[in-house]
């Protein structure tokens, strides 16, 4: 097994190049459609990271889900909108300070998030194994019940915005 | 599934998609080699069953099959975390049914809105 060890390292420097390079590119593209696309390789540049780290679980999920679902609908949300004429609407200073704080609160999350997995890995040091589908059962339904429970919450809340949005009274 | 799982267990899928995405990048590269060429403006005109098309592809279209979308996607999140629940059904024992049941009750709250809304009605 030793060979392997840098055949992941190759494999998850390359994955790391084509996420971050998509995920620039995403930011950068003019045509909307083409972020789109970009977001998808980013994604399937997560998964294989999800494998790296012997999760095939979350990476099936994340290929289903985020690239194949979610993606359809940035899709739909880019067709919906009117892109015949250039227009570009996003122009006012106001709306980008907004932009930017948002960004920034968003940064400042996913750091604490991180912080809280570093205290994870030090209690269980070098469990391959902990990514698996059995043993993302047991802690999801026993130390993050409370957690999973809330998101039923957080879909139901999306499925009723949705429908309240999207669907005009019929009378 | 036994004890030593590794990444490299899933060699062969990554073959297998090299294998898949070199098919298709090899025929598409021999047939734009192999075939003739003969550009003339009525071979790349925009076509669409032998009828000349009209306007743009960018025409913004119903909401209602986004609203069909979303719904999709929400009650397949839902599924999506039934797997880990089903894999571990036995040691979970009568609190995992309890826990699965309340998480499922919830969101069956959303499917009534939807059908008491009539969301996925199709009408005009």
């Not at chain 1, 060890?5 to 995920?23: M, N, R």
Request: glycine content about 6%.
């Amino acid at each position: 097994m030793l060979l392997n060890i840098p055949l992941t390292q190759y494999l998850f420097y390359f994955l790391s190049f084509v996420a971050l390079l998509c995920g620039l590119m995403v930011v950068f593209s003019k045509n909307p459609v083409h972020s789109v696309l970009y977001l998808v390789l980013t994604f399937f540049a997560i998964a294989g990271h999800y494998i790296l780290l012997n999760a095939q679980f979350l990476a099936i999920v994340h290929i289903v889900v985020y690239a194949g679902a979610i993606m359809v609908l940035f899709l739909f949300v880019i067709m919906l909108l009117n892109l015949n004429h250039d227009s570009e609407p996003h122009k006012n200073m106001l709306l980008k300070g907004a932009a930017v704080l948002a960004g920034g609160l968003l940064l400042m999350v996913l750091t604490g998030s991180l912080k809280g997995a570093e205290t994870l890995a030090m209690h269980q040091p070098l469990n391959t194994q902990v990514g698996l589908i059995k043993n993302l059962g047991t802690v999801l339904f026993k130390d993050f019940l409370f957690p999973f429970e809330i998101s039923s919450i957080l879909l139901l809340g999306a499925m009723v915005g949705a429908v309240m949005i999207g669907k005009k009274e019929i009378k | 599934m036994n004890a030593s799982n590794t990444p490299f267990d899933y060699f062969p899928l990554i073959l297998m998609f090299i294998v898949a995405a070199g098919f298709v990048v090899f025929t598409m590269v021999v047939t734009h080699w192999l075939g003739p060429k003969r550009k003339t403006k009525i071979k790349l005109d925009t076509f669409e069953c032998g009828i000349e098309s009209k306007g743009n592809a960018r025409v913004p279209f119903s909401i209602k099959y986004f609203l069909v979308a979303i719904l999709f996607v929400l009650f397949d999140v839902e599924v999506i975390f039934m797997y880990p629940w089903a894999v571990n059904f036995k040691e979970l024992g009568a609190l995992g049914i309890i826990e699965m049941f309340s998480f499922i009750a919830l969101l069956l709250v959303g499917f009534y809105y939807i059908i008491a809304k009539k969301a996925l009605t199709w009408e005009d």
